[in-house]
């Protein structure tokens, strides 16, 4: 059974740093692409980043790109993402993602954490 556990969501201040951690159980993470999803009250899910097992291919949206960094830690099957400089705007829910193949912009990811909230008050 595969699961994607999040954690170290919270509230930071706007212009803060705040990391978040995906632990995966029940896959093995070669030939998986891992990633990074939000969502906003009212708003759609929307991708933020996404690497390839072999971390060859990493992407982002723009809306983050040069701010937030995402890793993976095979050793100890987890997913980081770093987040600085932070805008009210990236208020949501982050969740973590994996799906075989490469990464995708879409949700077309096979299976996704339970969401963790990251809230920066304006």
């Known amino acids: 059974q595969v699961q994607l556990i999040e954690s170290g969501g919270g509230l930071v201040q706007a212009g803060g740093s705040l990391g978040i951690s995906c632990v995966a159980s029940g896959l093995t993470l070669r030939t998986y692409t891992m990633g990074w999803f939000r969502q906003a009250p009212g708003e759609e899910r929307e991708f933020v980043a996404g690497i390839r097992w072999d971390g060859e291919r990493i992407e982002y949206s723009d809306s983050v790109k040069g701010r937030f960094t995402v890793s993976l830690d095979h050793a100890a099957k987890t997913l980081y993402l770093q987040m600085k400089n932070l805008k009210p705007a990236d208020t949501a829910v982050y969740y973590c993602?994996?799906?075989?193949?490469?990464?995708?912009?879409?949700?077309?990811?096979?299976?996704w954490g339970q969401g963790i909230q990251v809230t920066v008050p304006s």
């Open positions: 993602t994996a799906r075989k193949g490469i990464v995708v912009r879409t949700v077309q990811y096979e299976y």
